[in-house]
């Protein structure tokens, strides 16, 4: 896991929902909305894994 400058580890494996730099990094890296990307979040949870999958069937 990479560590952030005040040695906080980051968890890649998860979209934060809260946090717009996430969603629209993982929006446009699928081609879809902000507003899906966090439909999805709260509908399938925070996993980036799960997350792509279900943008895959959309």
Known sequence: MAT?????AQDRAKV?????????YEATKEGVST?????????????RKKVEQEIGRH
């Not at 952030?4 to 906080?8: F, K, L, N, Q, Y």
């Not at 934060?16 to 629209?24: F, I, K, M």
């Open 4 to 8: 952030t400058s005040r040695s906080r």
């Open 16 to 24: 934060a929902a809260g946090q717009e730099d996430g969603v629209r």
């Open 35 to 47: 507003d899906t990307v966090k439909k999805i979040v709260k509908n399938a949870g925070n996993s």
